[in-house]
Protein backbone atom coordinates (compact mmCIF):
# COMPACT_ATOMS: atom_id res chain seq x y z
CA UNK A 1 0.00 0.00 0.00
CA UNK A 2 1.10 3.19 -0.81
CA UNK A 3 2.69 5.34 2.07
CA UNK A 4 0.42 7.90 3.52
CA UNK A 5 1.19 12.21 2.82
CA UNK A 6 2.49 13.47 6.29
CA UNK A 7 0.53 16.72 6.63
CA UNK A 8 0.60 19.73 9.80
CA UNK A 9 -1.87 21.32 11.59
CA UNK A 10 -1.34 24.95 12.14
CA UNK A 11 -3.44 26.28 14.97
CA UNK A 12 -4.23 22.53 16.21
CA UNK A 13 -5.54 23.45 19.58
CA UNK A 14 -8.38 25.33 18.51
CA UNK A 15 -11.89 23.97 17.75
CA UNK A 16 -11.32 23.66 13.74
CA UNK A 17 -7.67 22.48 14.40
CA UNK A 18 -9.69 19.95 16.73
CA UNK A 19 -11.98 19.17 14.12
CA UNK A 20 -8.84 18.50 11.65
CA UNK A 21 -7.33 15.82 14.01
CA UNK A 22 -10.85 14.23 14.37
CA UNK A 23 -11.33 14.18 10.73
CA UNK A 24 -7.58 12.64 9.64
CA UNK A 25 -7.00 10.34 12.29
CA UNK A 26 -8.76 7.45 9.63
CA UNK A 27 -8.12 9.70 6.41
CA UNK A 28 -6.78 7.34 3.62
CA UNK A 29 -4.49 9.82 2.19
CA UNK A 30 -3.19 12.25 4.83
CA UNK A 31 -0.94 11.17 8.39
CA UNK A 32 -0.84 13.97 10.67
CA UNK A 33 2.90 14.34 11.36
CA UNK A 34 2.95 17.82 13.03
CA UNK A 35 0.76 19.86 15.15
CA UNK A 36 1.69 23.69 16.36
CA UNK A 37 -0.19 26.33 17.64
CA UNK A 38 0.92 29.56 19.53
CA UNK A 39 3.72 30.32 22.40
CA UNK A 40 1.07 29.33 25.10
CA UNK A 41 1.00 25.37 23.71
CA UNK A 42 4.42 24.81 22.11
CA UNK A 43 6.82 22.38 23.72
CA UNK A 44 3.64 21.05 25.89
CA UNK A 45 1.91 17.64 24.88
CA UNK A 46 -0.77 18.03 22.91
CA UNK A 47 -3.10 16.42 25.30
CA UNK A 48 -1.61 19.30 28.12
CA UNK A 49 -2.31 22.06 25.59
CA UNK A 50 -5.64 21.52 23.81
CA UNK A 51 -8.92 21.72 25.80
CA UNK A 52 -10.68 18.42 23.21
CA UNK A 53 -14.19 19.53 22.72
CA UNK A 54 -15.25 17.04 20.37
CA UNK A 55 -17.42 13.90 21.21
CA UNK A 56 -15.27 11.33 20.28
CA UNK A 57 -11.76 10.64 22.19
CA UNK A 58 -8.65 12.01 21.03
CA UNK A 59 -6.86 9.85 19.39
CA UNK A 60 -4.10 8.46 22.09
CA UNK A 61 -0.88 8.99 19.12
CA UNK A 62 -1.59 12.56 19.37
CA UNK A 63 -2.70 13.15 22.15
CA UNK A 64 1.42 12.48 23.04
CA UNK A 65 2.57 14.43 20.41
CA UNK A 66 4.34 17.41 21.08
CA UNK A 67 3.30 20.62 19.74
CA UNK A 68 5.56 22.15 17.97
CA UNK A 69 6.13 25.96 17.27
CA UNK A 70 4.33 27.81 14.81
CA UNK A 71 7.51 28.11 12.45
CA UNK A 72 8.25 26.31 8.90
CA UNK A 73 11.60 24.72 9.86
CA UNK A 74 10.70 20.89 10.28
CA UNK A 75 7.14 21.20 9.43
CA UNK A 76 5.44 18.76 6.49
CA UNK A 77 4.85 20.66 3.20
CA UNK A 78 0.99 20.17 3.28
CA UNK A 79 -0.14 22.52 5.83
CA UNK A 80 -3.64 22.78 7.03
CA UNK A 81 -4.12 26.17 8.61
CA UNK A 82 -6.41 26.72 11.32
CA UNK A 83 -5.53 30.14 12.68
CA UNK A 84 -7.35 33.68 13.43
CA UNK A 85 -7.41 36.19 10.26
CA UNK A 86 -4.78 38.79 12.36
CA UNK A 87 -1.99 35.94 12.74
CA UNK A 88 -2.58 33.57 9.63
CA UNK A 89 -1.95 37.22 7.64
CA UNK A 90 1.98 36.91 8.98
CA UNK A 91 2.03 33.53 9.19
CA UNK A 92 0.48 31.85 6.12
CA UNK A 93 2.70 33.39 3.71
CA UNK A 94 6.19 32.46 5.55
CA UNK A 95 5.14 28.50 5.00
CA UNK A 96 4.06 29.19 1.44
CA UNK A 97 7.19 31.07 0.93
CA UNK A 98 9.00 28.27 2.50
CA UNK A 99 7.58 25.44 -0.19
CA UNK A 100 4.75 24.47 1.79
CA UNK A 101 0.95 23.86 0.20
CA UNK A 102 -1.04 25.85 2.91
CA UNK A 103 -4.36 25.11 3.13
CA UNK A 104 -6.28 27.44 4.76
CA UNK A 105 -9.53 28.04 6.37
CA UNK A 106 -9.11 32.06 7.62
CA UNK A 107 -10.63 35.18 5.91
CA UNK A 108 -6.84 36.60 5.30
CA UNK A 109 -6.51 35.91 1.97
CA UNK A 110 -9.66 34.74 0.43
CA UNK A 111 -10.12 37.56 -1.69
CA UNK A 112 -6.70 38.08 -2.60
CA UNK A 113 -6.80 38.28 -6.65
CA UNK A 114 -3.90 35.34 -6.62
CA UNK A 115 -5.18 32.92 -4.18
CA UNK A 116 -8.32 30.57 -4.89
CA UNK A 117 -11.12 30.64 -2.62
CA UNK A 118 -12.60 26.91 -3.43
CA UNK A 119 -15.61 24.73 -2.95
CA UNK A 120 -14.68 21.35 -5.05
CA UNK A 121 -18.11 20.80 -6.08
CA UNK A 122 -18.53 24.53 -6.82
CA UNK A 123 -15.29 26.08 -8.96
CA UNK A 124 -12.42 23.23 -8.79
CA UNK A 125 -11.13 24.88 -11.50
CA UNK A 126 -10.01 28.46 -9.71
CA UNK A 127 -7.83 26.53 -7.89
CA UNK A 128 -4.94 27.21 -11.43
CA UNK A 129 -4.93 30.47 -9.64
CA UNK A 130 -2.17 29.15 -7.52
CA UNK A 131 0.27 29.30 -10.34
CA UNK A 132 0.10 33.04 -10.17
CA UNK A 133 1.61 33.27 -6.60
CA UNK A 134 4.84 34.37 -6.05
CA UNK A 135 5.91 31.69 -4.31
CA UNK A 136 4.62 29.07 -6.23
CA UNK A 137 7.41 29.83 -8.53
CA UNK A 138 9.95 30.65 -5.84
CA UNK A 139 9.55 27.56 -3.85
CA UNK A 140 7.00 25.57 -5.24
CA UNK A 141 4.87 26.77 -2.00
CA UNK A 142 1.38 28.46 -2.26
CA UNK A 143 -2.27 29.65 -0.38
CA UNK A 144 -5.36 27.65 -1.16
CA UNK A 145 -8.40 28.73 0.69
CA UNK A 146 -12.12 27.51 1.94
CA UNK A 147 -15.19 30.55 2.28
CA UNK A 148 -16.53 31.60 5.54
CA UNK A 149 -18.46 28.55 7.29
CA UNK A 150 -21.70 30.54 6.49
CA UNK A 151 -20.91 31.05 2.57
CA UNK A 152 -20.35 27.23 1.68
CA UNK A 153 -23.39 25.88 2.41
CA UNK A 154 -25.19 28.78 0.58
CA UNK A 155 -22.85 28.50 -2.52
CA UNK A 156 -23.62 24.86 -2.60
CA UNK A 157 -27.35 25.26 -2.54
CA UNK A 158 -27.07 28.04 -5.12
CA UNK A 159 -24.47 26.80 -7.62
CA UNK A 160 -27.13 23.78 -9.09
CA UNK A 161 -29.41 26.90 -9.83
CA UNK A 162 -27.14 29.28 -10.98
CA UNK A 163 -25.87 26.79 -13.68
CA UNK A 164 -29.88 25.77 -15.02
CA UNK A 165 -31.37 29.17 -14.27
CA UNK A 166 -28.96 31.98 -13.60
CA UNK A 167 -29.19 34.00 -10.70
CA UNK A 168 -29.68 37.76 -10.17
CA UNK A 169 -30.37 38.61 -6.67
CA UNK A 170 -30.26 36.69 -3.06
CA UNK A 171 -31.15 37.65 0.16
CA UNK A 172 -30.03 35.28 2.91
CA UNK A 173 -30.41 35.27 6.80
CA UNK A 174 -28.21 33.38 8.97
CA UNK A 175 -28.27 31.57 12.34
CA UNK A 176 -25.18 30.79 13.16
CA UNK A 177 -23.68 28.19 16.07
CA UNK A 178 -21.49 29.49 18.90
CA UNK A 179 -18.47 26.92 17.83
CA UNK A 180 -18.54 29.49 14.73
CA UNK A 181 -16.70 31.61 17.34
CA UNK A 182 -14.18 29.29 18.25
CA UNK A 183 -13.23 27.95 21.80
CA UNK A 184 -14.03 29.50 24.42
CA UNK A 185 -16.00 32.03 22.14
CA UNK A 186 -19.31 33.87 22.63
CA UNK A 187 -19.67 34.71 26.50
CA UNK A 188 -22.32 31.86 27.94
CA UNK A 189 -24.24 34.78 29.97
CA UNK A 190 -24.52 37.04 26.20
CA UNK A 191 -26.23 33.55 24.25
CA UNK A 192 -27.62 31.58 26.44
CA UNK A 193 -31.99 32.06 25.68
CA UNK A 194 -30.89 35.26 23.17
CA UNK A 195 -30.05 35.78 19.85
CA UNK A 196 -26.69 38.34 19.14
CA UNK A 197 -28.09 40.16 15.39
CA UNK A 198 -23.98 41.07 14.49
CA UNK A 199 -21.22 39.36 13.91
CA UNK A 200 -18.34 41.15 13.21
CA UNK A 201 -17.38 41.33 9.29
CA UNK A 202 -19.70 38.02 8.66
CA UNK A 203 -22.11 39.74 6.18
CA UNK A 204 -19.54 41.38 4.05
CA UNK A 205 -17.66 38.12 4.16
CA UNK A 206 -20.43 36.06 3.15
CA UNK A 207 -21.00 38.68 0.42
CA UNK A 208 -18.20 39.03 -1.19
CA UNK A 209 -17.18 35.49 -0.99
CA UNK A 210 -20.27 34.02 -2.45
CA UNK A 211 -20.43 36.50 -5.87
CA UNK A 212 -16.67 35.05 -6.04
CA UNK A 213 -17.05 31.63 -5.44
CA UNK A 214 -19.62 31.47 -7.81
CA UNK A 215 -17.21 34.00 -10.65
CA UNK A 216 -15.52 32.61 -13.74
CA UNK A 217 -12.16 31.80 -13.55
CA UNK A 218 -10.52 33.98 -16.53
CA UNK A 219 -6.80 32.15 -17.39
CA UNK A 220 -5.54 34.61 -14.63
CA UNK A 221 -8.41 35.44 -12.64
CA UNK A 222 -11.44 35.37 -10.94
CA UNK A 223 -14.30 37.31 -12.37
CA UNK A 224 -17.33 37.18 -9.56
CA UNK A 225 -20.47 36.57 -10.46
CA UNK A 226 -22.89 39.51 -11.14
CA UNK A 227 -25.56 38.48 -9.16
CA UNK A 228 -27.02 41.46 -6.00
CA UNK A 229 -26.60 40.04 -2.79
CA UNK A 230 -27.60 41.09 0.67
CA UNK A 231 -26.92 38.79 4.21
CA UNK A 232 -27.77 39.59 7.82
CA UNK A 233 -26.01 37.67 10.24
CA UNK A 234 -27.34 36.17 13.69
CA UNK A 235 -25.57 34.10 16.61
CA UNK A 236 -27.91 31.89 18.26
CA UNK A 237 -27.70 29.79 21.07
CA UNK A 238 -27.00 26.37 18.54
CA UNK A 239 -23.88 24.42 19.48
CA UNK A 240 -22.79 23.39 15.62
CA UNK A 241 -24.40 24.11 12.65
CA UNK A 242 -25.88 27.45 10.81
CA UNK A 243 -29.13 27.36 9.64
CA UNK A 244 -29.72 29.93 6.76
CA UNK A 245 -32.77 31.57 5.07
CA UNK A 246 -32.15 32.30 1.83
CA UNK A 247 -34.56 34.05 -1.42
CA UNK A 248 -33.44 34.04 -4.72
CA UNK A 249 -34.30 36.06 -7.78
CA UNK A 250 -33.45 33.81 -11.50
CA UNK A 251 -32.95 34.93 -14.17
CA UNK A 252 -34.86 32.41 -15.84
CA UNK A 253 -37.99 30.92 -14.36
CA UNK A 254 -38.08 27.34 -12.65
CA UNK A 255 -40.65 25.17 -11.40
CA UNK A 256 -40.50 23.76 -7.92
CA UNK A 257 -39.78 20.24 -9.91
CA UNK A 258 -36.69 21.84 -11.66
CA UNK A 259 -35.39 23.41 -8.64
CA UNK A 260 -35.39 19.93 -6.61
CA UNK A 261 -34.16 18.06 -9.85
CA UNK A 262 -31.27 20.43 -9.63
CA UNK A 263 -30.27 19.78 -6.05
CA UNK A 264 -30.84 16.23 -7.00
CA UNK A 265 -28.79 15.84 -10.01
CA UNK A 266 -26.01 17.94 -8.38
CA UNK A 267 -23.03 15.44 -8.32
CA UNK A 268 -20.17 17.03 -9.85
CA UNK A 269 -17.19 15.10 -8.11
CA UNK A 270 -19.01 11.51 -8.60
CA UNK A 271 -16.60 9.18 -10.22
CA UNK A 272 -13.56 11.22 -8.68
CA UNK A 273 -12.84 8.80 -5.75
CA UNK A 274 -12.22 11.64 -3.11
CA UNK A 275 -12.58 10.03 0.02
CA UNK A 276 -14.44 13.19 1.70
CA UNK A 277 -16.59 14.22 -0.81
CA UNK A 278 -20.27 13.45 -0.06
CA UNK A 279 -22.27 11.39 -2.28
CA UNK A 280 -25.03 13.93 -2.10
CA UNK A 281 -23.38 16.80 -1.89
CA UNK A 282 -27.16 19.08 -1.50
CA UNK A 283 -29.81 17.04 -0.27
CA UNK A 284 -33.77 18.30 0.34
CA UNK A 285 -35.14 17.06 2.94
CA UNK A 286 -39.13 16.89 2.33
CA UNK A 287 -40.65 17.38 6.51
CA UNK A 288 -42.10 20.89 6.94
CA UNK A 289 -40.14 21.14 10.20
CA UNK A 290 -36.59 20.62 8.41
CA UNK A 291 -33.81 20.96 8.20
CA UNK A 292 -32.55 21.07 11.70
CA UNK A 293 -29.30 21.13 13.06
CA UNK A 294 -29.75 18.30 16.18
CA UNK A 295 -31.18 16.46 13.27
CA UNK A 296 -29.68 17.18 10.19
CA UNK A 297 -25.69 18.61 10.76
CA UNK A 298 -24.62 15.32 10.31
CA UNK A 299 -25.84 14.26 7.05
CA UNK A 300 -23.09 12.84 4.46
CA UNK A 301 -20.24 12.86 7.98
CA UNK A 302 -20.92 16.63 8.18
CA UNK A 303 -20.64 17.63 4.45
CA UNK A 304 -23.49 17.07 2.83
CA UNK A 305 -25.88 20.48 3.05
CA UNK A 306 -29.76 19.79 3.80
CA UNK A 307 -32.19 22.18 2.21
CA UNK A 308 -35.75 22.43 2.70
CA UNK A 309 -39.26 24.20 3.52
CA UNK A 310 -38.91 25.28 -1.05
CA UNK A 311 -41.41 27.83 -1.54
CA UNK A 312 -42.31 30.45 -3.67
CA UNK A 313 -41.72 34.07 -2.26
CA UNK A 314 -43.79 36.62 -2.75
CA UNK A 315 -40.49 39.11 -2.93
CA UNK A 316 -38.20 37.45 -4.80
CA UNK A 317 -39.22 34.25 -7.14
CA UNK A 318 -38.06 31.40 -4.73
CA UNK A 319 -37.32 30.57 -0.65
CA UNK A 320 -35.86 27.84 0.89
CA UNK A 321 -34.26 26.78 3.95
CA UNK A 322 -30.24 25.57 4.39
CA UNK A 323 -28.73 24.08 7.29
CA UNK A 324 -24.56 23.01 7.14
CA UNK A 325 -22.08 21.81 9.67
CA UNK A 326 -19.68 24.52 10.63
CA UNK A 327 -16.60 23.35 11.58
CA UNK A 328 -17.04 19.98 9.32
CA UNK A 329 -18.30 21.17 5.90
CA UNK A 330 -17.81 24.97 6.55
CA UNK A 331 -13.70 24.85 8.65
CA UNK A 332 -12.25 21.36 8.75
CA UNK A 333 -13.84 19.07 6.21
CA UNK A 334 -13.77 21.72 3.23
CA UNK A 335 -10.06 22.32 3.60
CA UNK A 336 -9.58 18.39 3.58
CA UNK A 337 -11.25 17.92 0.59
CA UNK A 338 -9.68 20.91 -1.12
CA UNK A 339 -6.37 19.08 -0.26
CA UNK A 340 -7.72 16.16 -1.93
CA UNK A 341 -8.95 17.58 -5.06
CA UNK A 342 -5.28 19.41 -5.26
CA UNK A 343 -4.11 16.06 -4.97
CA UNK A 344 -6.09 14.17 -7.61
CA UNK A 345 -4.55 17.16 -10.06
CA UNK A 346 -1.16 16.16 -9.20
CA UNK A 347 -0.45 19.61 -7.24
CA UNK A 348 -0.57 18.70 -4.06
CA UNK A 349 2.65 18.30 -2.89
CA UNK A 350 4.79 21.52 -4.29
CA UNK A 351 5.96 20.94 -7.45
CA UNK A 352 9.77 22.21 -6.81
CA UNK A 353 12.30 19.20 -6.10
CA UNK A 354 13.71 19.65 -2.15
CA UNK A 355 17.02 20.79 -3.01
CA UNK A 356 15.80 23.28 -5.22
CA UNK A 357 13.00 25.02 -3.26
CA UNK A 358 15.71 25.33 -0.49
CA UNK A 359 18.51 26.97 -2.74
CA UNK A 360 14.77 29.14 -3.48
CA UNK A 361 14.72 29.69 0.03
CA UNK A 362 18.27 30.83 0.91
CA UNK A 363 18.18 33.12 -2.59
CA UNK A 364 15.14 35.19 -1.12
N1 LIG B 1 -15.11 27.69 14.15
C1 LIG B 1 -15.64 27.66 12.94
O1 LIG B 1 -16.78 27.20 12.73
C2 LIG B 1 -14.88 28.20 11.77
C3 LIG B 1 -15.40 27.97 10.51
C4 LIG B 1 -14.72 28.43 9.39
C5 LIG B 1 -13.55 29.11 9.54
N2 LIG B 1 -13.04 29.34 10.79
C6 LIG B 1 -11.77 30.07 10.88
O2 LIG B 1 -10.74 29.16 11.26
C7 LIG B 1 -9.76 29.83 12.04
C8 LIG B 1 -9.60 29.13 13.38
O3 LIG B 1 -10.85 29.18 14.07
P1 LIG B 1 -11.13 28.43 15.43
O4 LIG B 1 -12.58 28.54 15.64
O5 LIG B 1 -10.48 27.10 15.41
O6 LIG B 1 -10.31 29.38 16.48
P2 LIG B 1 -9.79 29.03 17.95
O7 LIG B 1 -10.59 27.95 18.57
O8 LIG B 1 -9.69 30.33 18.64
O9 LIG B 1 -8.29 28.44 17.71
C9 LIG B 1 -7.21 29.27 17.32
C10 LIG B 1 -5.93 28.45 17.16
O10 LIG B 1 -4.86 29.34 16.78
C11 LIG B 1 -3.74 29.15 17.65
N3 LIG B 1 -2.97 30.39 17.80
C12 LIG B 1 -3.34 31.53 18.43
N4 LIG B 1 -2.33 32.45 18.35
C13 LIG B 1 -1.33 31.85 17.67
C14 LIG B 1 -0.03 32.27 17.26
N5 LIG B 1 0.44 33.50 17.55
N6 LIG B 1 0.73 31.41 16.57
C15 LIG B 1 0.29 30.16 16.26
N7 LIG B 1 -0.94 29.70 16.63
C16 LIG B 1 -1.73 30.54 17.31
C17 LIG B 1 -4.37 28.73 18.97
O11 LIG B 1 -3.40 28.09 19.75
P3 LIG B 1 -3.36 28.16 21.38
O12 LIG B 1 -4.32 27.10 21.88
O13 LIG B 1 -1.95 27.84 21.71
O14 LIG B 1 -3.77 29.53 21.79
C18 LIG B 1 -5.45 27.77 18.45
O15 LIG B 1 -4.84 26.54 18.12
C19 LIG B 1 -10.25 31.30 12.17
O16 LIG B 1 -9.65 32.07 11.18
C20 LIG B 1 -11.74 31.16 11.93
O17 LIG B 1 -12.30 32.36 11.44
C21 LIG B 1 -13.67 28.89 11.91
Not at 218 to 226: F, K
Request: aromatic share 6%; with cysteine; charged share 20%.
Amino acid sequence: MPSKTPVGILGATGMVGQRFIQLLESHPWFEVAWLAASDRSSGKSYGEAAKWRLDSPLPQRIDRMTVSPAEPEGAPKVIFAALDAAIAREMEPRFAQAGCAVISNSSAFRMAADVPLVIPEVNGDHLRLIEEQASRRHSGGYMVTNPNCSAIGLVLALKPLEERFGLEKIFVTTMQAVSGAGYPGVPSMDILGNVVPYIGSEEEKMEAETLKLLGRFEGHAVAPLGARISASCNRVPVEDGHTEIVSIQLARPATREQILEAWAEFRPLAGKNLPSAPGQPVEFAPQDDRPQPRLDRNRGRGMTVTVGRLRPCALLDWKFTLLSHNTIRGAAGAAILNAEMLASQGRLVPALPEAEAMSAATRA
